[in-house]
């Protein structure tokens, strides 16, 4: 059995957790999850979750310890029963959802999960990938994208589950494309995970500055191609651009800018008019997908688009650009999924909901 403690967006992680297949699912505490797989070998791919291990007996810890100097535990009492019981060196403490980067180097993390059973944490998340992308870029500006990379990988994970297991696509043939690609973040993370990339926007000044400083970094993978080309989305896609990489399988994977900046004080009207700017523009996205089907390509699609606050800081039903974009897709033969959980903060006036063109 393994274990699990899911990221900030719960019901997200538990869809990510099935690129594994998960199994005799249980929650023994608030933000845990057990469970057991087939799949092992793919829970290294799985970043979303904070921390991922196996789940042990007690009685079993000695054994399984007794080469540790020092292991990390959530509280006082813990620490000195397995001090007393099972004859740990040291314990140290740790919350459950930080993630320490001295664990990883000196010791063991346990976690007491239920029942006389305890977790021994085996992987973290990959915090210093994300850095890596995020930030120290030469080229940005508050007009471009600013999707994490946490959650471009998390999007590829997603669609991954769709198809990993009971599909016969190509999976290493596979091709990532990103037609808002500003900083290249879709790009790095698809080329860390082994993934042929092409990019294109209406302005590729800031993707040129940043591909060669990420093509410096420890986390390129160099043998992966990837190509950029100039796009307006909202003009056709000229023919000679489609070349034969676009037409093996795509997987699309983007967001548009969340800008304009939302605070508490926007007025609804506001928020209103910002829903029709990017309305147009998403408009013109599933108008560019359909001219790839034409041309030869059938790509698959996930994206996110903005979904605003109201006064309070709680999200609002009243959004309106879900619906209308999917009603849009609807009239062109195009169904759109919703995946039903914010990706956001309380204290966030805008967040994301991901969406999945099959």
Request: charged share 25%.
């Amino acid at each position: 059995m393994y274990f699990a403690v899911l990221g900030k967006n719960p019901e997200i992680s538990m869809i990510e957790l099935q690129l594994v297949q998960a199994k005799e699912i249980s929650y023994p505490k608030k933000g845990i999850v057990i469970f057991d797989t087939k799949y092992a070998e793919l829970l290294p791919q799985l970043w979303w979750t904070i921390k991922i291990g196996t789940v042990v007996k007690e009685k079993d810890l000695q054994e399984l310890l007794k080469e540790v100097k020092i292991i990390w535990i959530q509280n006082e009492a813990n620490g000195k029963h397995l001090k007393r019981t099972v004859w740990i060196r040291r314990y140290k403490l740790v919350d459950i959802f930080h993630t320490d980067r001295e664990i990883k180097s000196k010791g063991k993390e346990v976690i007491n999960l239920e029942n006389g059973l305890y977790g021994i944490v085996e992987q973290y998340q990959n915090i210093e990938v994300y850095e890596t992308v995020d930030f120290g870029k030469p080229g940005r500006s508050m007009d471009m994208g600013m999707m994490p990379a946490k959650l471009a990988h998390m999007m590829i994970n997603i669609w991954l589950t769709n198809v990993i297991h009971h599909s016969d696509l190509d999976i290493e043939n596979l091709v990532i494309y990103d037609p808002f690609v500003w900083s290249w973040t879709t790009w790095m993370l698809a080329n860390h995970l082994g993934y042929d990339f092409i990019g294109s926007d209406i302005k590729t000044t800031y993707a040129e500055q940043n591909a060669i400083r990420r093509k410096t970094t420890k986390f390129h993978t160099p043998d992966k191609q990837f190509n950029i080309f100039t796009q307006d989305i909202t003009k056709k896609i000229e023919n000679q651009l489609i070349n034969e990489k676009m037409k093996r399988n795509v997987l699309i994977v983007t967001e548009w800018r969340l800008w304009p900046i939302v605070g508490k004080n926007t007025s609804s009207q506001d928020i209103q008019k910002f829903q029709k700017q990017v309305l147009v523009i998403y408009k013109s996205f599933l108008d560019r997908i359909q001219e790839l089907s034409i041309w030869g390509v059938k790509p698959s699609v996930i994206f996110t688009i903005p979904y605003y606050a109201n006064q309070e800081s709680s999200w609002t039903p009243t959004n309106s650009l879900e619906k209308d974009l999917s009603d849009y897709g609807t009239q062109m033969g195009i169904h759109i999924q919703a995946i039903p959980e914010i990706y956001g903060r309380e204290w966030q006036n805008v967040g994301r909901k991901i969406m999945i063109i099959r």
